[in-house]
């Protein structure tokens, strides 16, 4: 069995995403509300989120928090396909929202 270090593989996609939108630690670590230090030992793998920033780092990535769970190679880390995903489920949820709003209207109203 292959051992997965899931701290490291998050942390160096938090680096990877921060980096890609052109931020230091110190900027990100300020909007997550947390000190840069904490950010490194973060990105290094040395600890783990909780889930509160967790939901702070996707926002401020603005990613899918599955993107930051993938190794590089691994197809779900494919753009491309992380926004078809992403579209594809916007889609259905508009389409799910309409469909509830008429059976409301239909049985109730």
């Known amino acids: 069995m292959v051992e997965?270090?899931?701290?490291?593989?998050?942390g160096g996609n938090?680096?990877?995403?921060r980096k890609k939108l052109?931020?230091?630690?110190?900027q990100l670590s300020e909007r997550l509300g947390i000190t840069?230090?904490?950010?490194?030992?973060?990105?290094?793998?040395a600890k783990f989120v909780t889930y509160k920033l967790l939901e702070k780092i996707?926002?401020?990535?603005q990613v899918m928090p599955m993107s930051l769970f993938f190794t590089e190679g691994?197809?779900?880390?494919d753009e491309s396909k992380i926004?078809?995903?992403?579209?594809?489920?916007?889609?259905?949820l508009s389409l799910c929202a309409s469909k509830i709003?008429?059976?409301?209207?239909?049985?109730?109203f």
């Open 4 to 10: 997965i270090n899931i701290r490291k593989i998050f």
């Open 22 to 26: 052109g931020l230091s630690q110190e």
């Open 36 to 45: 840069p230090n904490h950010l490194s030992v973060i990105e290094t793998g």
């Open 101 to 108: 709003q008429d059976k409301i209207q239909e049985e109730i």
């Open 14 to 17: 938090v680096k990877k995403y």
């Open 58 to 61: 996707v926002a401020e990535l």
């Open 74 to 77: 691994s197809a779900p880390l």
């Open 83 to 92: 926004n078809k995903i992403n579209e594809i489920v916007q889609k259905e």
